[in-house]
């Protein structure tokens, strides 16, 4: 029942912004954690930030500063503000809902199993 979708991603140039926005629908008791993972064309899925049930926020090392993360716990909502966009951003991102197999609050990487289709984002000139 648990579905999961994003929007938001296109072209932009290199200093550019982007926001993303994902809805995860279904899940009666809300998600133990949320994500943003992106993959670039022929590399693999790489977490870029992630936003707890508890507040508890991460970002890969190559996004900090630039990328912000939120989330709405109520309505089930994430969004992942992206500022001055890079080449080597360019990805196709997914969002990822947890569920509540581990510890509340510290969601493992094999809890986030309800998975969006992706959204392209392209940082070119």
């Known amino acids: 029942q648990v579905q999961v979708a994003e929007s938001g991603g296109g072209l932009v140039q290199p200093g550019g912004s982007l926001r993303l926005s994902c809805v995860a629908s279904?899940?009666?008791?809300?998600?133990?954690?949320m994500a943003w993972y992106r993959q670039p064309t022929g590399k693999g899925r790489e977490l870029v930030a992630e936003?707890?049930?508890?507040?508890?926020?991460t970002y890969a090392d190559s996004v900090k500063g630039r990328f912000t993360i939120s989330r709405d716990k109520a309505k089930n909502t994430v969004a992942l503000q992206m500022n001055s966009l890079k080449p080597e951003d360019t990805a196709v991102y997914y969002c990822?809902?947890?569920?509540?197999?581990?510890?509340?609050?510290?969601?493992?990487?094999?809890?986030?199993?309800?998975w969006g289709q992706g959204t392209q984002v392209t940082v070119s000139s």
């Open positions: 990822a809902a947890a569920s509540w197999g581990g510890v509340a609050g510290k969601p493992r990487l094999t809890d986030y199993n309800y």
């Open positions: 279904g899940g009666a008791f809300g998600f133990n954690g």
């Open positions: 936003i707890t049930s508890g507040g508890t926020i």
